[in-house]
């Protein structure tokens, strides 16, 4: 990089930076320090020994750890973050379970969110792909792959972006037995989540096991089948704030 692009870097950076440094919740994975040299910019982080979601929903002796009402716990504990962040106008921008890390007591707390801006600075100066660019495929919001009204290089994503990466999650844990059933579960994953994409653009309910909406799985699954579609509704405004929904999740 050119030293000016270096220094826009590094502003962003340190902007970013602050404005982790300031979010405080148990919700949010801590941010204790920095550093950055000319090769690397560097996040220090508390350790979550239990580490992603994701790899507990993979691994079929953990998530048999987690009781229907800690399923429902992790779910509300993610939707309070999503608040938390939303509150401060701050964007995740790649939520999805491999982003949510579980405590040493079976709580969510996020992490990997902040530092698309920085990154964004790095992929135009280094023509580098960047994670953050537009999240993660099947997890994004079909809004942010339309073409901006009045063109320009603008995201269309929003807060109900966020909102329908949300509803994914939901679906990720009611269906996790499900798939643990099917012979090979990362490919019935794969194909179940390309149906549910096909069903969100058609307008169509998304699918899901049957077996799957039962308490025996998640604790009031019905009520968080129900907000999962709301929240993966094709268009944005029939999407809930995250508000709304840690108020339904508070009366289930």
Known sequence: MTAEQLQRVYMRFSREVYILSTLQS?????????????????????????GSLNRVLCSENAWREVTPEMRH???????????????RN?????LKSH??????????????????KTCSAITAATHAKST????????????????????????????????YSYGIVVWEVLVADAARAAPQARRWIQQQMGELVAAVLRGD?????????????VARAASHEALMRRCLAAEPEA????????AEQAAM
């Open 90 to 94: 701050v964007y995740h921008r790649d």
């Open 132 to 163: 953050y660019a537009g999240g993660t495929l099947a997890w994004t919001a079909p809004e942010v792959f339309k073409p901006r009204v009045g063109g320009g290089h603008r995201s269309n994503f929003t807060f109900k972006s966020d909102v």
């Open 26 to 50: 148990p919700r949010i994975v801590p941010l204790y320090a920095c550093a950055s040299t000319t090769e690397d910019l560097t996040l220090v982080m508390q350790y979550m020994r239990r």
């Open 99 to 116: 982003n949510v890390l579980l405590t040493d007591d079976w709580r969510a707390v996020l992490t990997d969110f902040g530092m698309s």
């Open 239 to 246: 999407r809930p704030s995250f508000r709304e929904a840690v």
């Open 205 to 217: 309910q998304p699918p899901l096991p049957a077996d799957s909406v039962s308490d025996a799985n």
């Open 73 to 87: 716990r992790l779910l509300c504990d993610v939707a309070q973050g999503m608040q938390y962040l939303h509150d």
